[in-house]
């Protein structure tokens, strides 16, 4: 493009120093077209040159811009915006809140709850129903039974049985033995 305009720059001075010089001229009409034919060309091919150029520049640059722009603006909006909403969010719902509610809660509900009713209810139930019903039932009916049954009834029985044997038998026998002595004595007297 600039070598058209320099050739059609250099054709003009030369045509002009020649005739400067004293040369033949050439006729006007053939060189003045030939000289607008070239500029024309020249121009026209600087145009289209440029305009092809600032095209396919603009073009280049707006498309790879664009492209650039719609790619790590899809990229990021997309991934981090997917990435943040998706997978944090996910992550934190379902993660946390199934670890809040289910383990935790899981865990409160059933483990301690569990725990709490059932050692509750069988240390209740079990342990202090059991050892009140066994041990002190028992112990209540067995050992205080017996022993009122048993102690009290031999002790009572064995007392009154030896004391009323005893001493009914002691004075019957100690009554008659003495009057029996007595009585002989007094037929002795007689």
């Known amino acids: 493009m600039h070598c058209s305009l320099r050739q059609s720059r250099y054709f003009v001075y030369r045509n002009i120093s020649k005739i400067e010089e004293g040369e033949s001229r050439p006729p006007l009409s053939k060189n003045f077209k030939h000289v607008a034919t070239r500029c024309i060309t020249s121009f026209y091919v600087f145009s289209l040159s440029y305009h092809s150029m ?18 790590i603006h899809t990229y990021i909006h997309t991934y981090i915006h ?11 719902h379902t993660f946390i ?19 709490v009713h059932t050692f509750k209810h069988t240390f209740k139930h079990t342990f ?17 039974r017996l022993y009122t049954r048993l102690y009290i009834r031999l002790y009572i029985r064995s007392y009154i049985h030896t004391f009323i ?26």
């Not at 600032?54 to 650039?68: N, V």
């Not at 202090?128 to 205080?144: A, K, N």
């Open 54 to 71: 600032y095209f396919l520049c603009h073009e280049f640059i707006y498309t790879y811009i664009h492209i650039i722009h719609t790619y």
């Open 82 to 92: 997917t990435y943040i909403h998706v997978y944090i969010h996910t992550f934190m």
């Open 97 to 115: 809140h199934t670890f809040i509610y289910t383990f935790i809660h899981t865990f409160i509900r059933l483990y301690i709850h569990t725990f």
């Open 128 to 144: 202090i129903h059991t050892f009140m019903h066994t041990y002190v039932y028992t112990y209540v009916y067995t050992y205080i």
């Open 165 to 190: 044997h005893m001493s009914v038998h002691t004075f019957i026998h100690t009554f008659i033995y003495y009057k029996g002595r007595e009585g002989k004595e007094i037929l002795e007297l007689y």
